[in-house]
């Protein structure tokens, strides 16, 4: 008798354990491409209006991205996946474990084990993961109108909210990759520049102190003081310990030695401002929103072979947001930080979507590469100036 194929037989076997009750978890793993695929896809029987459903939550580095497969399609989505996308599935059940596993060289094989749970885990849709904006994120959200008297989201702050949670769950990702969820019990001091009414800045001390219960001292700077007492009003009606507003400016307001800085939709230059600051006052990571880019369009050129597409205004104007938020990660990498350019709200919402998320990992401005690296692109562009110029004159920069 012929031998099943892995594949088909991994695929036939979630498909049957789906339709007969006896379907546990199962996870794609060991991702074939690097680039853009998530690390790792968990699936999960969800019974949703329209019938049940495998769950899949695509973990990326920074974010998850969940979609729903009818169970009637489960089948042909593992033949695509299994083996080509993904080097390792495992498929739980009641009754046994199946493991495909698909070497670099070798032929790809499909063993099984004693089942590693018994028991079916809830069908039910909404349960995959605690949410960070729990019940006690209620008072902060309905004092600042996000939710009403009676915790529902009201429509019109439908996408605020929903940038909250996205926002939390990136910040989530990076606090992993500077190690401080676990463990860290001494306080982290981060400061929220241009922090605005406040809804990321109160959604930031909340994931420290109320979610993961963690000590921590959250500074909003603005520059509109009568923004500053309302969030101060908020903050002391809540018993928001550690929870701080301030009226200054990104470029001077005093601040001490922290360990983030973060800033969100901050215009222009004032980005650049905040991404100094961050440098100078020692933080681990810096998060940038960037918003209008105004400093380097009007010294943009037109070197060869791009100079007759720069020649529509459109494109000369992403081009310049492009090596404007470009520069910016070069000059933080010769600061010492590894970057990722992560998007940060849809593009459905507005094309101003791109944050830089900065985690310090080496000696400041030692790497000549890294400088280099920021001349051969300005000169590239014919970029005479850029507000982080200044950084230039570090380490390196002074010989
Ligand atoms: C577009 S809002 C963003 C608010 C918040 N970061 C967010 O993303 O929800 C920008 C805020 O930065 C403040 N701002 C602008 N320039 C500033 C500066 N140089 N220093 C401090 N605050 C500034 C504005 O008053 C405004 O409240």
């Given amino acids: ?72 399609e489960v089948a042909s989505w593992a033949k695509e996946h299994v083996g080509v996308h993904f080097r390792s599935a495992l498929l739980s059940t009641t009754k046994r474990d199946w493991q495909f596993f698909a070497p670099e060289s070798g032929d790809a094989r499909l063993t099984t084990h004693k089942p590693t749970s018994t028991a079916v885990p809830s069908r039910t849709h909404d349960q995959p993961r605690q949410t ?18 009676r915790g529902q989201v009201r429509p019109a702050m439908a996408d605020k909210y929903a940038q ?102 901050a215009c222009d230059t004032a980005t650049d401002d905040a991404i100094r600051r961050g440098i100078e006052l020692g933080a681990k990571l810096i998060i940038v929103a960037p918003c209008c880019h105004k400093e380097v369009r009007p010294q943009l050129g037109r070197p060869t072979p791009l100079a007759p597409v720069l020649e529509h205004g459109l494109m000369a104007e992403r081009m310049a947001e492009w090596s404007t938020d470009g520069l910016r990660a070069l ?9 990722k350019m992560i998007e940060f709200v849809s593009t459905e919402h507005t094309p101003k979507n791109l944050m830089i998320a900065a985690v310090r990992h080496a000696e400041p401005f030692s790497s000549k590469a890294a400088r280099d690296q920021i001349d051969q692109f300005k000169g590239f562009f014919g970029i005479k100036h850029h507000s982080l110029d200044s950084l230039l004159t570090h380490g390196l920069g002074e010989s």
């Avoid at 049957?16 to 690097?34: M, Y």
């Fill in 331 to 339: 000059f933080l990498e010769w600061a010492g930080y590894q970057t």
């Fill in 1 to 72: 008798m012929a031998k099943a194929n892995p594949v088909d037989e991994f695929a036939q076997r979630l498909s049957s354990s789906l339709q007969d009750g006896t379907f546990v978890r199962v996870v794609f793993s060991r991702p074939v491409a690097a680039d853009g695929a998530p690390e790792k896809v968990l699936g999960r029987l969800v019974t949703l209006k329209a019938g049940p459903h495998l769950s899949l939550t695509h973990r990326h580095a920074t974010h998850d991205v969940t979609k729903n497969l009818p169970v009637s």
């Fill in 132 to 149: 960070i904006l729990d019940d006690s994120a209620r008072d902060w959200l309905e004092g600042l109108g996000v939710v009403n008297d």
């Fill in 164 to 265: 909250i949670n996205h926002y939390l769950d990136i910040f989530t990702h990076l606090a992993k990759d500077c190690g401080w969820t676990e463990g860290r019990n001494d306080g982290l001091t981060i400061a929220d520049m241009g922090c605005g009414k406040g809804y990321l800045t109160f959604g930031l001390w909340h994931l420290f102190a109320r979610f993961w219960k963690l000590p921590v001292r959250v500074l909003g700077v603005e520059v509109r003081p009568e923004l500053v007492n309302s969030t101060n009003g908020l903050a002391r009606r809540i018993r928001a310990e550690g929870l701080e507003f301030m009226a200054g400016t990104i470029e001077s307001a005093a601040l001490p030695k922290i360990d983030a800085l973060i800033a969100l939709h």
